[in-house]
């Protein structure tokens, strides 16, 4: 099963790890400089270029982490989830 991010974007709901609203996360140090750190290491990968309202952070097949930058809200993206099971 998957789950739609945004502009076409999906990633297997079976690899995702964490749904984050960007705006109460970034508050904290430590997820900015993970987020920093994977922009630096180009493992994010944005999802619309309106003003982004939350993460999602997945591993691929291979066990690569990847962090999409959604313009979808974390509560729609969660509710899009569970109603996948």
Same mark, same amino acid.
């Given at each position: #099963?998957?789950?739609? $991010?945004?502009?076409?974007?999906?990633?297997?709901?079976?690899?995702?790890?964490?749904? #984050? +609203?960007?705006?109460?996360?970034?508050? !904290?140090?430590?997820?900015?400089?993970? $987020? !920093?750190?994977?922009?630096?290491?180009?493992?994010?990968?944005?999802?619309?270029?309106?003003?982004?309202?939350?993460?999602?952070? !997945? $591993?691929?097949? +291979?066990?690569?982490?990847?962090?999409?930058?959604?313009?979808? !809200?974390?509560?729609?993206?969660?509710?899009?989830?569970?109603?996948?099971?």
């Amino acid at each position: #099963m998957t789950l739609h $991010l945004g502009n076409g974007y999906t990633v297997y709901l079976k690899n995702v790890v964490a749904i #984050m +609203d960007i705006e109460k996360a970034s508050t !904290s140090k430590i997820t900015r400089e993970y $987020l !920093s750190g994977a922009g630096r290491a180009g493992r994010v990968i944005t999802c619309s270029y309106e003003l982004p309202k939350s993460f999602v952070v !997945s $591993l691929d097949e +291979d066990l690569t982490e990847r962090v999409y930058i959604c313009g979808v !809200s974390a509560e729609t993206l969660k509710k899009r989830a569970n109603e996948r099971f």
